[in-house]
């Protein structure tokens, strides 16, 4: 009684959701479209739309109409003969369609009608019709072929006005909104591009052809769109970020300003979205009809007119998914160029002292990673409703075909819920912990790449590489539990439709229902179209959670404050005779303004004359450099104010030289002026260098200007700044790197000379010729100014070293007038070199497909047999899945004709095991893969490092840092995440492929027939897409480095560009970088699309087959059976997914091997040359003992293409001496140190020390047992102790004895002691503190052999005095060579060495060399008196 009483509630239900259906799904829907029709007719009708209208514009609005308004007539006849009296309220749907026909009709009359059904609002509210239409028609179970046509014309005219509305407004060229391109070298003579083609994506065939024939390059790509100029973008992300900031000042959010900019039409996209997410559920419900039909057997034509329509809805469906990916892929690709641009221009607006709250490597990290996570956003926004919303469909479809019974399906669904979201936390947690520790080890990566010449030197850079492989051995353990967590993710929902099914079925059975072919394949159907959603539904949650991630990430960067840019002139404050006014200045290097303990600048006040020579004198650490900086704006002023009057110029004291040519390096974005230009060169000194360079002033200059001398980067940069023309010259120490000779020609032809002599020129200096000249000294000490005055009023107790002997006298400008003459570039053949000397290699691409063994390698790095158990259990899982369809298709042909011998439960028994095994091999996949990606994660980073450790320094010369940062970031980022991730979805898609073949094959056997030319056409579409595809994906990636090495090198110099307010040039530089990159991007998503379209055609075409040759089959009157109801349904069930799989396989394919390019571009890096690590002699005891040091007959060249740099030099030096190495810039001082630790390897002739050639020892077995302490001066992030002694080789109390020696005792305590931390570069400390601090390493070391590269060039005088005693004194039967530009270092030398273009000049001890007038060294003692 009461399942009596249940049934016949469920029937009432039934019978009243029916009702529901057809009032509001059919009633409301006419009754919205007939008001919309009268009112947009009424409002347009005073318009003016006098076009005529065409053949097919009068066919769409004049015969469609007119059938529907006869068909719909028919329609309410029928009904009104066959419905009950009682039922009055379905007469009203055929009556309400007809009206609207009629309206269709009448309005068509009328001039406006084009206007009229051209209306946007028309036309996409007859795309919601169509959702409308489909849950109509599973709504009236029993339509009619009557029904059917009324809703098939329904959505002829819908499409109908939709393809006239776009036909009308069809751009002339490529872009669906605007001109792609002015005139310009873009201009692509495309006149008119036929609709067609913009639905097709016909437009990239030409870009295809040139792929399929050679290899691509950037000219050939398609040209961007102007709605898509990263120029445009950038501004109007910039603008909605200002509102944000104006409307909520403590807390602007990234989030709501990229809603602002791109929320309208993202929303517009969702819209889209609805409309096809819905009509992919046309197809399981037509499937339903259709095998419904075909267990009846009718003779009548319905079952063509349900096959073609399932066909026709797969190919409508095609053209729907492939425009809304192109639309939102454009948006995509817009939002990346905003955020990358916006976060490029805050690093050059954001002075150094706000930006200290965020590491180098944390900054690259937010242009690397966060952008691209942040522009996923768009994505996992849609899908974070979209995919409940399908969920929501399918299990209401269920529900019309196993009623209540889908509910215990959807109790595990539930279930699974709050697993999930626990698991999501976790997997959140786990990646802020590893973007942080991602953060840091690109920050030690790049660390390790600009100072890895000294790392060499040292001995170090195996030490520092197992440091960062600490570094990266934490963050993997934070990517493991991301990944393992992500592996339970998809083991839940893998096995959800299983479950589902299972649960489902066998509830419906036990409820004592009889499972029907209809059923069970419309249930299949609608378990695949579960999959996906159900699959993705975990990646999107992490997706967002990485989102907003690095939303709050780039949010909390974006809100530092800017640097005033108009702070430089207020002729308000400023008297116009005042260059500078400081008034009771206090600055410190942090935005923190309650650090006020911890000043930098303390109460500093000074007044600086237009036109004059100011000199900032003082020890070591006493403020100099960060007054220029307080003066730059660069420190945070908390006290106080500083003002400046004219435009400014800045040297810096580590010179700052930009990857290009050397003239692009002097121009620095300004035009060419010839004769500025050529005395610039003259004044610098830098004419005589240009000579010498192949290339001449086009010679490439290498990142971080490697490939030039420490003294030419100084005289670059001081060019830079003279040819700037400012009003103001802030110049950090440019004479110590340069000789005595060079610096006099400098100090009278560029500081005193006529090009500067009326500026105001403001210079740091220990130098006391510069001192002596000047028209104000400034006298720093501990941030204060101790005195200022002019050099003859100083007391002499400031400065005590003032008295010692000058560096050079102004008298030897007579000896270098002559440099003059060497000049070898003329104005007149100015314009000759064309192109710059390849000293940096162009970034290698390789040529054709994805090599078979970059894909051995990886399986290498993830280990054989865990690829063997990842195949083995992707194809056991598969095999279970399609068992488990089977298996259902055999229980429903049974039980269906009624022959089954076994119960219910035996069958569901079956089921269940199927069930079981494929959780398990799920699970083992999903751990397998997780595991697998780990293990090459871990073994690509620790090979590629290990490979670049070992690579010799030329290797570094010729490669930016940010071309090898960016292997680092990027690519290491889609190796741990992307690609492990594309792999999985390959392979879960080709062993689906292959067992939907496999099935259609072994139910229908003409389908084999249909394998072949499809198959063929198949491999043609994806042949010719691939080589396309392949040169898309690695111009991408080569577009993309420029990019990274930017943004990296603009980092390092971003206080230079502020301070020449060259922002704007900087950033129209990027933004060229952009655009070339947002090009390939936006052909590669073309080309894409282009091929997505026409697979999906294609599976389109296999499911119109398959349900023709059902319908054929089942009249019996073909002689080849197709089988039984039960296989027929189970075939065309795994026919329609087919269209999506099909397009997602060689998607995935496609993606795979894309993403693959960025293992084939490690491995690059794999295959460099190497040093030669091992020796053929090992050495024992503490060698060297004598310190004896023998050059015999060595040249040694930096590149075949340029001169020698020692040209078969010959020396002695013997043990125990102090040597010094003298020679204008660039003759060859350093390359002595190179050959010593063979940094590069010597063409000819050998080097003994202490009897053994250096070439037959191991090499850092060599090094460990030298010391030296470098020209540049090099401390990284870390404690102080780690710097000094980072492997624990002397106690505490030899590190303090030798610290207070190197006269730095003091600032080590200030700072905190031994433990204390080191920021980033070193620069807590000075640079002449650095440089102290070099030394004092170095002599920890206690080695017989101290090579110092001019070490005291960032020192005073009389601290370098002291440090000289020092060295003497602790280097008693030490060897010392001692590279020097300060005559008198080396006058109290045991012997010196003369070099002049790699020859040795002279050789001797200076007192003998001193009496021979006409000896070289007595010229530049001369010159220096």
Known sequence: MGITLINSTLLYMDANLERLGDIVLGLGANVVTLLLILILTVMRRSGQCNRRKS?????????????????????????????????????????????????????????????????????????????????????????????????????????????????????????LEDPLIEDGDDQRHIKTIRWWDLFTFGYIGLVMKHGSMKQLEFEDLLPLPPDMDPSTCCENLLRCWQVQECNNCSNPSLFWSISGVYGWPYFRLGLLKVFNDCIGFAGPLLLNRLINYLEKGSESSVGYTLAISLGLTSIFKSFLDTQYTFRLSKLKLKLRSSIMSVIYRKCLWVNTANRSGFSEGEIQTFMSVDADRIVNLCNSLHDMWSLPLQIGIALYLLYTQVKFAFLSGLAITILLIPVNKWISVLIASATEKMMKLKDERIRKTGELLTNIRTLKMYGWDNWFANWLKETRATEVTHLATRKYLDAWCVFFWATTPTLFSLCTFGLFALMGHQLDAATVFTCLALFNSLISPLNSFPWVINGLIDAFISTRRVSKFLRCLEHNKDSSIDSGLISEDLALLVEDASCIWSNNVEEENNLTIKHVSLRVPKGSFVAIIGEVGSGKTSLLNSLLGEMQCVHGSILLNGSVAYVPQVPWILSGTLRENILFG??????????????????????????????????????????????????????????????????????????????????????????????CTHNIQAISCADMVVVMDKGKVKWSGTVTDMPRSISPSFSLSNEFDMSSSKHLTKRKESLSIKKDDVDEVSEAADIVKVEERKEGRVEVTVYRNYAVFSGWFITIIILVSAVLMQASRNGNDLWLSYWVDKTGRGVTQNSTSFYLMVLCIFCIINSILTLVRAFSFAFGGLKAAVRVHSALICKLVNAPTQFFDQTPSGRILNRFS????????????????????????????????????????????????????????????????????????????????????SSTIRAFKSEEHFVSRFIDHLTLYQRTSYSEIIASLWLSLRLQLLGAMIVLFVAVMAVIGSRGNFPISFGTPGLVGLALSYAAPLVSLLGSFLTSFTETEKEMVSVERVLQYMDVPQEEVSGRQSLNGKWPVQGLVEFHNVTMRYSSALPPALNHISFTIQGGIQVGVIGRTGAGKSSILNALFRLTPVCSGHIMVDGVNINHLPIRELRSRLAVVPQSPFLFQGSLRENLDPLGLSEDWRIWEILEKCKVKAEVESAGGLDSNVKESGCSFSVGQRQLLCLARALLKSSKILCLDECTANIDVHTASLLHNTISSECQGVTVITIAHRISTVLDLDSILILDRGILVEQGKPQHLLRDDDSAFSNFVRASK
């Open 55 to 175: 053949y097919i514009e009068k066919s769409v609005l004049y015969v469609i109409p007119a059938l529907g308004a006869c068909f719909s007539c028919v329609d309410l006849v029928v009904l009104v003969r066959t419905k009950p009296r009682r039922d009055f309220i379905l007469f009203f749907l055929p009556l309400s369609r007809f009206a609207m026909w009629i309206a269709v009709m009448l309005s068509s009359k009328f001039s406006c009608a084009c206007c009229v059904f051209s209306s946007r609002i028309l036309c996409f509210w007859w795309i919601l019709r169509f959702l409308t239409e489909a849950l109509h028609l599973n709504m009236i179970f029993s339509l009619q072929t009557l029904e059917i046509c009324l809703i098939m014309l329904d959505i002829a005219f819908g499409i109908s006005i939709n393809v006239l509305r776009i036909k009308q407004g069809t751009p002339k060229i490529s872009s």
């Open 670 to 763: 300004k035009n060419f002026d010839s004769k500025r230009y050529f005395d610039t060169l003259s004044a610098c000194a830098l004419d005589v260098d240009i000579s010498l360079m192949v290339g001449g002033d086009m010679a490439f200059i290498g990142d971080k200007g490697l490939n030039l001398s420490g003294g030419q980067r100084a005289r670059l940069a001081l060019a830079r700044a003279i040819y700037q023309g400012s009003d103001m010259y802030l110049l950090d120490d440019v004479l110590s790197a340069v000789d005595s000779q060079v610096g006099c020609w400098i100090l009278q032809s560029a500081l005193l000379g006529p090009l500067l002599n009326k500026k105001t020129r403001i210079m």
């Open 970 to 1053: 990027s690519d290491l980022y889609t190796i741990d995440d992307s690609l492990p991730f594309i792999l999985n979805i390959l392979l879960a898609n080709f062993v689906g492929l292959l067992g939907i073949v496999v099935v259609l094959s072994y139910v229908q056997v003409l389908f084999l027939f249909l394998l072949l030319p499809f198959w063929y056409i198949y491999s043609k579409l994806q042949l010719f897409y691939r080589s396309t595809s392949r040169e898309l994906r690695r111009l991408d990636s080569v577009s993309r480095s420029p990019i990274y090495a930017s943004f990296t090198e603009t980092l390092d110099g």
